[in-house]
T-cell receptor, first 114, second 112 residues
Framework: EAQVTQNPRYLITVTGKKLTVTCSQNMNHEYMSWYRQDPGLGLRQIYYSMNVEVTDKGDVPEGYKVSRKEKRNFPLILESPSPNQTSLYFC?????????????FGQGTRLTVV | TQLLEQSPQFLSIQEGENLTVYCNSSSVFSSLQWYRQEPGEGPVLLVTVVTGGEVKKLKRLTFQFGDARKDSSLHITAAQPGDTGLYLCAVLPWAGGFKTIFGAGTRLFVKA
């Protein structure tokens, strides 16, 4: 089954404790993204990747890192999480970065930083 | 200021009513997408519109892309409780590399 898998689904952590949220897709997609979703603000793109070893900042990259060592995986790293990073996070993938390409989303990771 | 302004932010209606939600911008786009997100899930693509003035129908949902390709609307006929969800529009702007921009969404609740 074609899918985007994120782990974990829920995470509660303390300020400053490094964490990684994993994302994997099995569709051989080139374009992958991370978003955060906050009430009233919709989805905001954190980072995106055009292909292996090619990543770039989205609209809200501060406090986050990503890597794309393999085509299928695109982990999101919070080196020193802070409470303002409490949010619902989504990973997405699409065949390419063309504007009319469908994005497939994971089920989300709800992160709470205390 | 958001690149994409969606209105209304929230809509609560009775089953069987019709409704229209909007996605507006001052920028021109090559295409625009509508997604629906249900609670606890990621967004799922409903439609992509690519031509100015284009109208696409998906059962009881009608999508229109503005003639100038700056705005779009989604009309639902005879809404049902299963239409409940967050409706999001999204674009890949001309400028700014290959970022994807989403609107804040319209949260629709259809009461039985």
């Amino acid at each position: 089954e074609a899918q985007v898998t994120q782990n974990p689904r829920y995470l509660i952590t303390v300020t400053g404790k490094k964490l990684t949220v994993t994302c994997s897709q099995n569709m051989n997609h080139e374009y992958m993204s991370w978003y955060r979703q906050d009430p009233g603000l919709g989805l905001r793109q954190i980072y995106y990747s055009m292909n292996v070893e090619v990543t770039d900042k989205g609209d809200v990259p501060e406090g986050y890192k990503v890597s794309r060592k393999e085509k299928r995986n695109f982990p999101l790293i919070l080196e020193s999480p802070s409470p303002n990073q409490t949010s619902l996070y989504f990973c997405a993938s699409s065949l390419s970065a063309q504007p009319n390409t469908e994005a497939f989303f994971g089920q989300g990771t709800r992160l709470t930083v205390v | 200021t958001q690149l994409l302004e969606q209105s209304p932010q929230f809509l609560s209606i009775q089953e069987g009513e019709n409704l229209t939600v909007y996605c507006n911008s001052s920028s021109v786009f090559s295409s625009l997408q509508w997604y629906r997100q249900e609670p606890g899930e990621g967004p799922v693509l409903l439609v992509t519109v690519v031509t100015g003035g284009e109208v696409k129908k998906l059962k009881r949902l009608t999508f229109q892309f503005g003639d100038a390709r700056k705005d779009s609307s989604l009309h639902i006929t005879a809404a049902q409780p299963g239409d409940t969800g967050l409706y999001l529009c999204a674009v890949l702007p001309w400028a700014g590399g290959f970022k994807t921009i989403f609107g804040a969404g319209t949260r629709l609740f259809v009461k039985a």
